[in-house]
């Protein structure tokens, strides 16, 4: 089994800053590609960014510029970057993995979010 454990959400004002974290625990062999995706009220879960093993990301258009996302394999760790936050990126914020537990079997697991709220 495999836990995802967010933190470093909260209240900020638009301009402002934050840095999400996202622990990943549990028995694995490997931790493959990584993510944070989003959902605000009343609207579908977005892709924010993911992140290979190899360091290699992506990132929704709008969000380019303004959000970093990066991992710490020592750790087993990844982290969201946010700068220049607007009252738009309010949302749960959800971290995303697909973890190999074996050779031969892989599965995808989710956290259970963090709130970001940003005021204008």
């Known amino acids: 089994q495999v836990q995802l454990v967010e933190s470093g959400g909260g209240l900020v004002q638009a301009g402002g800053s934050l840095r999400l974290s996202c622990a990943a625990s549990?028995?694995?062999?490997?931790?493959?590609?990584m993510g944070w995706h989003r959902q605000a009220p009343g609207k579908q879960r977005e892709l924010v960014a993911t992140?290979?093993?190899?360091?290699?990301?992506n990132y929704a258009d709008s969000l380019k510029g303004r959000f970093t996302i990066s991992r710490d394999n020592a750790k087993n760790t990844v982290y969201l970057q946010m700068n220049s936050l607007k009252p738009e990126d309010t949302a749960v914020y959800y971290c995303?993995?697909?973890?190999?537990?074996?050779?031969?079997?892989?599965?995808?697991?989710w956290g259970q979010g963090t709130q970001v709220t940003v005021s204008s």
């Open positions: 549990g028995r694995f062999l490997r931790l493959n590609t």
């Open positions: 992140i290979t093993s190899g360091g290699s990301t």
């Open positions: 995303n993995a697909d973890v190999s537990s074996s050779l031969l079997r892989t599965g995808n697991y």
